[in-house]
């Protein structure tokens, strides 16, 4: 049972546009999110978060909405480089002394320059 | 910083065999987290500890499995005996929790271990 999911295994933009990646969850004591983006042969990277206390949080070109009332996220990048080719995963954690992240399988962003 | 270092980066490794994975969280960081990835489950936790106490193993496959933390800058993952279907890559996280805010949730992952059962 997936609580946390990502339905789009993959994504491809053109540089300049934007890109919309998605993530949804099911478990409502969820109440904190994270962006991670992956390339090859690496760990993940810790990219951006959001509290629920929030329904946006800007860093530079990434931008995270979260609705909770739909239990929705997504990340936002603007505008899309070529660098910015990789999966990325979006987790979920509940607070109360937990530290664990509950990882969507990822989508894997293409820029094509 | 070196960051968090994992060893090897490669295994390959017959059926049955014993695999041992290493790792060495971030200095200071008190919570550990090894991740299997595959295509089919993707990231999914093992298990983690804090202050080198395993908190949760829930997520340890089977008893072939096991991992430990003798002191605060080590861990290993055993697998025994190994078998095709462990096949992938492992991950060690580290991060610094309970902080006191939101960066307490940020983890710090190592490059993986690709592991290739026969």
């Known amino acids: 049972d997936q609580q946390v999911k990502q339905n789009s295994p993959s994504l491809s933009v053109q540089e300049g546009r934007i890109s919309i990646l998605n993530c949804d969850y099911t478990n409502s004591m969820f109440d904190y999110f994270l962006w991670y983006k992956k390339y090859p042969a690496e760990g993940p990277t810790f990219l951006i978060s959001i509290s629920s206390i929030k329904d946006k949080n800007e860093d530079g070109r990434f931008t995270v909405f979260l609705n909770k009332s739909a239990k929705h996220l997504s990340l936002h990048i603007v505008p899309s480089q070529p660098g910015d080719s990789a999966v990325y995963f979006c987790?979920?954690?509940?607070?109360?002394?937990?530290?664990?992240?509950?990882f969507g399988k990822g989508t894997k962003l293409t820029v094509n320059p | 910083d070196a960051g968090v270092i994992q060893s090897p980066r490669h295994e390959v490794t017959e059926m049955g065999q014993e695999v041992t994975l290493r790792c060495k969280p971030i200095?200071?960081?008190?919570?550990l987290f090894w991740y299997r990835q595959t295509m089919m489950r993707g990231l999914e936790l093992l298990i983690y500890f804090n202050n080198n106490v395993p908190i949760d193993d829930s997520g340890m496959p089977e008893d072939r499995f096991s991992a430990k933390m003798p002191n605060a800058s080590f861990s290993t993952l055993k697998i025994q005996p190994s078998e095709p279907r462990d096949s992938a890559v492992y991950f060690c996280?580290?991060?610094?929790?309970?902080?006191?805010?939101?960066?307490?949730?940020?983890?710090?992952f190592g490059p993986g271990t690709r592991l290739t059962v026969t």
């Open positions: 987790a979920a954690s509940a607070r109360g002394g937990s530290e664990k992240l509950v």
């Open positions: 200095s200071g960081h008190n919570s």
């Open positions: 996280a580290s991060s610094l929790y309970p902080s006191g805010g939101p960066s307490s949730y940020e983890q710090y």
